[in-house]
């Protein structure tokens, strides 16, 4: 009359009451409540490491954004300055061939005078020279000296 089947289904809830009156379904309940808590948590953890990554993120490329604007001001500064050296450097270089030039000029002018006096001065004396041989040959006595002395300083202040 009591098949095999009967008695699993009176095992089986026999079974159940046995766990009902041990309270193993609180303690599975408690189990999976600490489980989803657990879970709750390390998914709060989870969102709590994203935005601070997030955040890590935003901050290091602002860090980055700043870097790059900061290297392109020093190198277009460095360029206007490379600028401006160039044309100071050309100024100063125009102004030292200038003076270079003046110089030259100066000198140039100065040996001219200096020639130009060397030459008076040496026709002077041969004039001097060449006046006192004539005078002295065609003129004889003290007339002779004092004419040869007048002569040769009207020269030499003429000449010079």
Not at 26 to 53: N, V, Y
Not at 93 to 106: G, H, L, N, P, W
């Amino acid at each position: 009359m009591f098949d095999a089947t009967f008695w699993s289904a009176i095992a089986f809830v026999i079974l159940i009451a046995g766990f009902i009156y041990l309270g193993v379904h609180t303690k599975l309940a408690e189990a999976l409540d600490h489980r989803a808590g657990r879970i709750k948590s390390e998914l709060d953890d989870a969102r709590r490491l994203r935005d601070e990554a997030q955040k890590l993120v935003a901050e290091y490329r602002a860090r980055r954004d700043s870097a790059v604007k900061e290297a392109e001001e020093i190198v277009s500064s460095a360029k206007a300055e490379a600028e401006r050296l160039a044309v100071e450097a050309k100024t100063r270089m125009e102004d030292f061939v200038v003076r270079r030039t003046k110089m030259a000029e100066t000198k140039i002018a100065q040996a001219e005078a200096q020639a130009l006096a060397d030459v008076r001065a040496a026709a002077a004396d041969a004039a001097t020279s060449a006046a006192a041989k004539v005078l002295a040959q065609t003129v004889k006595g003290s007339t002779a000296e004092s004419l040869l002395t007048q002569s040769i300083a009207e020269i030499r202040q003429k000449l010079n």
